[in-house]
């Protein structure tokens, strides 16, 4: 039994069998039972959760679907994807073909269908996962992630600056630098580094913004 199906048979019984859930547990071959004991049971799985059809999508950026035009018939797919991604995706067709609407229960069976060959099967959904600070960043967006990770290579230049006493090179560096990058940079000078991250050699910077980004 792969984690998420162990995950989704913990929370059914937490759900549905609160009280004798446990009794349900000795069906299962003694391997079984051991894996799915030491699997977390999902904290929130309403029926809402259970039942959705198209909410997976809506976080998945256009291209991913793209391909599947080639394997499904282009109005079928389109027809179950959330608007902005179906608009993104119709652009890379030489044709956009006649939208049709579908019955409720073969939009949530092709939906289904569609998650099932685009997710590996031991990927855990949202819903199931540990309690986690990092579980936060879920919900960024694109930009924000890009964001983030601009900031990240700020803190590794933090680390870097704590052994440079060039004035002027610290003078050009902090004028590369936003007001938010600085404000951040300030901040990580004055934290604990709980991990050194490697050298950036910023004694060799050519003073270009540019090139102090892609270090």
């Known amino acids: 039994m792969n984690p998420k199906s162990g995950i989704m048979l913990n929370g059914l019984l937490a759900r549905f069998h609160s009280s004798q859930g446990k009794e349900y547990y000795r ?10 004991a ?33 394997t499904w018939p282009p109005k079928f797919l389109l027809s179950i994807l959330p608007q902005k991604q179906a608009d993104g995706a119709a652009k890379t067709l030489e044709e956009i073909p006649e939208i049709q609407p579908l019955s409720r229960l073969m939009r949530t069976y092709l939906s289904h269908y569609l998650k099932d060959q685009m997710q590996d099967p031991q990927i855990l959904p949202e819903n199931f996962l540990p309690s986690s600070p990092l579980n936060g960043l879920l919900s960024l967006t694109r930009p924000q992630i890009m964001h983030l990770i601009d900031l990240l290579g700020v803190h590794d230049l933090a680390a870097d600056l704590r052994q440079v006493v060039d004035k002027s090179l610290l003078n050009k560096i902090y004028q590369a630098l ?26 060799g910077w050519d003073g270009e913004k540019k090139s102090l980004n892609m270090m």
Request: with cysteine; net charge negative.
């Open 27 to 36: 069906y299962l071959s003694a391997q079984n039972r051991e894996a799915v």
């Open 178 to 203: 936003t007001q938010e990058q600085l404000r951040f940079l300030h901040y990580c000078s004055k934290q604990t580094m709980a991990w050194v991250p490697p050298k950036l050699n910023i004694a």
């Open 38 to 70: 030491q699997l977390p049971t999902p904290e929130d799985l309403s029926l809402p959760i259970l039942f959705q059809s198209d909410g997976w999508m809506q976080s998945i950026h256009y291209s991913w679907f793209v391909s599947f035009l080639q």
